[in-house]
């Protein structure tokens, strides 16, 4: 229990931080350099957790900064950021096109099943067959790089799966694995809460299969506000941790 002296340090001190956060937006709304909104588009597969997750530590740091990110397709996230409708945009296998392009590794893709079919996943991916355990496999529709890029991996290590349904939506893909006996290839990012939950289990590839992730914009040089969010993804976005991998993996998500 606080003591009187607590509870008038508590109560003031709340007021005191409260005048102070309202100060501090106050005066970003002076310098919209540094302060105002953040806007980003990103492709729905470039993990929304994560996002989320990244731009709520961002602005505990910067409560007088807005950040705003919606989700859109590959070609509309490249036309917003073409466009200037949002600040920056986050797309996977970017290319230059005319904008400006920061390159990063927003993690490692693998096998995603349901929960109770892996155990023919562990043993070709131990022969180096990520695929080729004669299950069905969802894949990436054609107009969508993720799907040429995964093809090309597969081939390169003579697998050869039968494609039974092409989607262009990860969730779509998490509700079809969780109701069929299908396989996918995604990145673990997209899928690590549906492991840890028990619905979908996973099968990190080998070999190591990474989905090149970049910042595409159209100013030759981002607003400083923007910079500071895009700097903060580029070094908190990497790849997925020892610890999560293990945890993504067969067997020991359970």
């Not at 409260?18 to 919209?32: G, I, K, Q, T």
Request: glycine share 8%; aromatic share 6%; with cysteine.
């Amino acid at each position: 229990m606080l003591t009187p002296a607590g509870e008038l340090v508590s109560g003031e001190g709340r007021q005191l931080v409260a005048r102070y956060d309202a100060l501090a937006r106050s005066v970003a709304r002076l310098d919209p350099e540094r302060g105002g909104s953040v806007r980003v588009h990103a492709i729905y597969s470039a993990g929304i957790a994560l996002l989320n997750q990244l731009r709520t530590e961002f602005q505990r740091q910067r409560p007088a900064l807005d950040v705003q990110i919606e989700y859109e397709p590959p070609a509309a996230v490249a036309e917003s950021a073409r466009t200037g409708r949002c600040d920056f945009g986050i797309v996977s296998y970017p290319r230059n096109s005319g904008r400006a392009c920061s390159r990063g590794r927003f993690g490692k893709s693998g096998c995603a099943s349901p929960a109770d079919c892996t155990t023919n996943w562990r043993a070709q991916r131990r022969s180096g067959q990520p695929t080729s355990d004669g299950r069905e496999v969802i894949h990436f529709t054609h107009e969508l790089p993720a799907a040429r890029h995964i093809r090309s991996y597969l081939t390169d290590n003579a697998a050869a799966p039968v494609f039974a349904q092409r989607l262009d939506n990860i969730d779509t893909f998490k509700s079809m694995l969780q109701a069929t006996d299908y396989a996918a290839i995604l990145p673990l990012r997209t899928f690590h809460a549906e492991v840890l939950a028990g619905l979908l289990a996973a099968v990190p590839l080998e070999p190591l299969l990474e989905r090149p992730v970049g910042i595409v914009h159209a100013r030759r040089r981002l607003r400083p506000a923007a910079q500071d969010f895009a700097a903060f993804l580029v070094e908190n976005a990497g790849p997925m941790s020892a610890d999560d991998l293990r945890s993504a993996s067969h067997g020991e998500a359970a």
